[in-house]
T-cell receptor, first 110, second 114 residues
């Protein structure tokens, strides 16, 4: 059964720093990997989707990579801003719907 | 604007009572999902539906029931058999769960016990 782990559980950085969030999964038979953002008390917003045939996706200051052989994905946030403060969740799917990690709670301090 | 609407935003349940959470989408998506989120936890799948009149149990289906009579609607009933229903419930949809398409989420319903 697919299990998804996110490290670290929480992260606090000063504004302007570049940062990396990590996600690992146990089953390499992954179909796609999504990164989501969740603001307190809200639903999830899809940030990036990496399909199984792809290795990375970019959107603005965000870049996500997927290495199926090592069972890892990373989300890179460049030049962090206070507005980036939120919980970031990764989720992978194989032959079943998405399995979520517990998330990384990010605080960007002005 | 297309999207997913969950209602109500807050819901309170008395002991022994069944309650139903509403989820409506106008994205013309075939697949719909219900997740439960507990504090500090990721999302756990309750039920999902790939197409109208069809649905499958997820990881934590016990104490819950669903129906999918219309493409746009996927209501979730939390029955009295669910002994720990207090959680944040999220509904999602995607074009097709097998395809590499992103899931879209509603804003959630927070359920509490009176």
């Amino acid at each position: 059964k697919q299990e998804v782990t996110q490290i670290p559980a929480a992260l606090s950085v000063p504004e302007g720093e570049n940062l990396v969030l990590n996600c690992s999964f146990t089953d390499s038979a992954i179909y796609n990997l999504q990164w989501f953002r969740q603001d307190p008390g809200k639903g999830l917003t899809s940030l990036l989707l990496i399909q199984s045939s792809q290795r990375e996706q970019t959107s603005g200051r965000l870049n996500a990579s997927l290495d199926k052989s090592s069972g890892r994905s990373t989300l890179y946030i460049a030049a962090s801003q206070p507005g980036d403060s939120a919980t970031y969740l990764c989720a992978g799917s194989g032959n079943t719907p998405l399995v979520f990690g517990k998330g990384t709670r990010l605080s960007v301090i002005a | 604007d297309g999207g997913i609407t969950q209602s109500p935003k807050y819901l309170f349940r008395k002991e022994g009572q069944n309650v139903t959470l509403s989820c409506e989408q106008n994205l013309n998506h075939d697949a719909m999902y219900w997740y439960r989120q507990d504090p500090g936890q990721g999302l756990r799948l309750i039920y999902y539906s790939q197409i109208v009149n069809d649905f499958q149990k997820g990881d934590i289906a016990e104490g819950y029931s669903v129906s999918r009579e219309k493409k746009e609607s996927f209501p979730l009933t939390v029955t009295s058999a669910q002994k720990n229903p207090t959680a944040f419930y999220l509904c999602a949809s995607s074009i097709d769960w097998r395809d590499s398409q992103p899931q879209h989420f509603g804003d959630g319903t927070r359920l509490s016990i009176l």
